[in-house]
């Protein structure tokens, strides 16, 4: 069974900067630590939407709103795959809920999310 864990929410002042981990644990074998694996936030009154993806070791894509301030990175050792996502220049747009999504063998898992507030 695949879960995932999400950490490094928080509170933080516009300009400032937050690192999210999500620790997956229950992969095995030759995809583990490259299956595609994302983050998606959920703003206040909002549909949940990709913040940014990762696929293999280093194949990443990000929405638009993101592009130059977050990055996306990943982490495989034997049986855990951590992913990252360093937000920089964080501005109150970006406050959510952010959410870690892992795609493994046919099927999507998701975390159960960690709040990123971003204040004026």
């Known amino acids: 069974q695949v879960q995932l864990v999400e950490s490094g929410g928080g509170l933080v002042q516009t300009g400032g900067s937050l690192r999210l981990s999500c620790v997956s644990s229950g992969t095995s074998g030759r995809i583990a630590g490259i299956n595609p694996m994302s983050w998606y936030r959920r703003a206040p009154g909002k549909e949940r939407e990709l913040v940014a993806g990762i696929a293999g070791l280093s194949t990443t894509n990000y929405a638009d709103s993101v592009k130059g301030r977050f990055t996306i990175s990943r982490d495989s050792a034997r049986n855990m795959n951590t992913v990252y996502l360093q937000m920089n220049s964080l501005k109150p747009e970006d406050t959510g809920i952010y959410y870690c999504?892992?795609?493994?063998?046919?099927?999507?898992?998701w975390g159960q999310g960690t709040q990123v507030t971003v204040s004026a």
């Open positions: 999504r892992s795609y493994y063998r046919g099927r999507e898992y």
